[in-house]
């Protein structure tokens, strides 16, 4: 049974980088599209990007020129940068595998626990 | 891109059906047969209750339906139980590789 698990620091200084990384357990990171999402405190989702098994990636426009993503296939792990952040990016950061393997199609299957990054100094 | 549109709240009593709406546009939903919903209890994480407009994933009880029309697609919870109440996320494939989610419904069972 695949199973996702982000780490990284829960308090960033504001226009400094965000750091976070997802272990995937129980599967191979290969032929899949892996996901990151957030969700600020009481407000809704928003899809952040993905990044798949040949490190292509897509990221949300709205954040692309802050965003990077990398993959680490011998950790079977993938990692999110968010750089310059404000108040406006704590959120809970959930990683996800996309659903079905090998496409986009903007689907998630599996998620992680989901991650609380507060940005404060 | 802007978030779809999906209602507030809504709610029903038990055992009766309920219907979730999600409007984008031409852009995304209408363009494309990848939407996807989910429902999310307090403090977890989602779980992925129908995707490509009307497909459940294994283990999603069948009173979970999707469907759409034009710009709108629907999800339509039926024989409505206690544990239905949560948050329930649209989410629409937008081209170019992209994706957008609405805003979240809250339902609550009453």
């Known amino acids: 049974q695949v199973q996702l698990q982000e780490s990284g620091p829960g308090l960033v200084k504001p226009s400094e980088t965000l750091s976070l990384t997802c272990t995937v357990s129980?599967?191979?990171?290969?032929?899949?599209?892996w996901i990151w999402i957030r969700q600020p405190p009481g407000k809704g989702l928003e899809w952040i990007g993905y990044?798949?098994?040949?490190?292509?990636?897509s990221y949300s426009p709205s954040l692309k020129s802050r965003i990077t993503m990398s993959l680490d296939t011998s950790k079977n792990q993938f990692s999110l940068k968010l750089n310059s952040v404000t108040a406006a990016d704590t959120a809970v950061y959930y990683c996800?595998?996309?659903?079905?393997?090998?496409?986009?199609?903007?689907?998630?299957?599996?998620w992680g626990q989901g991650t609380m990054v507060t940005v404060s100094s | 891109q802007s978030a779809l549109t999906q209602p507030a709240s809504v709610s029903g009593s038990p055992g009766q059906s309920i219907t979730i709406s999600c409007t984008g546009t031409?852009?995304?939903?209408?363009?494309?047969?990848?939407v996807s919903w989910y429902q999310q209890h307090p403090g977890k994480a989602p779980k992925l209750m129908i995707y490509?407009?009307?497909k459940r994933p294994s283990g999603v009880s069948n009173r979970f339906s999707g469907s759409k029309s034009g710009n709108t697609a629907s999800l339509t919870i039926s024989g409505l139980q206690a544990e239905d109440e949560a948050h329930y996320y649209c989410?629409?494939?937008?081209?170019?590789?992209?994706?957008?989610f609405g805003g979240g419904t809250k339902l609550t069972v009453l």
């Open positions: 989410c629409s494939y937008a081209g170019s590789n992209t994706c957008v």
């Open positions: 129980g599967g191979s990171i290969s032929t899949y599209y």
């Open positions: 490509e407009v009307s």
């Open positions: 996800a595998r996309a659903h079905p393997q090998n496409t986009f199609r903007g689907a998630f299957d599996i």
């Open positions: 990044i798949y098994n040949n490190g292509g990636t």
């Open positions: 031409s852009s995304d939903v209408g363009n494309y047969n990848l």
